[in-house]
DNA sequence: GTTTTTGCAAATGATTTGCATGGAT
DNA sequence: ATCCATGCAAATCATTTGCAAAAAC
């Protein structure tokens, strides 16, 4: 741990700017922020949310460029996009594979506290000629409030 | 079978009919006419191709009109929606537990050909307070034209 | 007869695009 | 020096809403 803040960064930003440049993708500071931000958020947000946080630490970042950077960042490995919450797309930088539960009426998204056994899905899924980068479980029904 | 077409209908207009009814909605020719429209595809369709394939025998269908009865026969457990597909929901009438395949790039969601169990996870999101309807794996990943 | 549902038109809200400037390689 | 990424404004697209007329109960 060579870093000098006091935030816990598992992935690191040198982590990120490797990942980036593997894929071919430049090393931009509004890459690095967005990974580092979602990263510190430590849960799934909106790409609103994402921004207002980011833009605290580089005020005038766009939203087309949130935007654009998470789609990047997913190519390279370092963010998940998660589905479900009504309508809009949610984005975690936790790519240790986890479970969500979605509620159907007010969208929210929650993770399962669970482990599911998927590789027989994924190697099913790989020899109907699809590249699996990866696979959840999507629990949906009614959340606590809304039941 | 006192149906006089010939395409076949496992569920029926009866038993939408009485799903409906169990739940307090009415009984319409909109709300029929969409469900077994979606039955006769027999995929994922989204909201416009579902609409396109029912306004065949339906007019002046509106487009409202299709997302409120799919809200609806969703509630009464006659059509699933599918999550994945580029931003725009996909609705399936086949209400038997399967799973997905979600290509990351072109959104295209095709079914996966394999059981898995998800009993465990289904009663893990009950014990966090969640009232769940079903579960159902995606895999994401590339699909065999974007790969 | 009363209440829900429909159809239409218009509003909303997330995401994307075009294009000139700035930054990364 | 070249090419990619950003910022801004405007466009796009799925979905939702308001409201009067029609249909279901």
Known sequence: MHDQVHTPH???LERT????RERGYRVTSQRLLIQRTL????RHVSVEELREAAAGRLPNLSL???YAAL??????????RVPGGRGRALWDARTAEHHHLVCRRCGAVEDLRTKVALEAAV???ARQGFAPDGAEVVVHGLCSRCR
């Open 71 to 80: 789609e990047t960042l997913e190519d390279a490995g370092m963010v998940r």
């Open 64 to 66: 087309p460029t949130v």
């Open 17 to 20: 700017a490797a990942a980036l």
């Open 10 to 12: 598992p992935a690191g």
């Open 39 to 42: 990263e510190d958020m430590g």
């Open 123 to 125: 190697s099913a899924a």
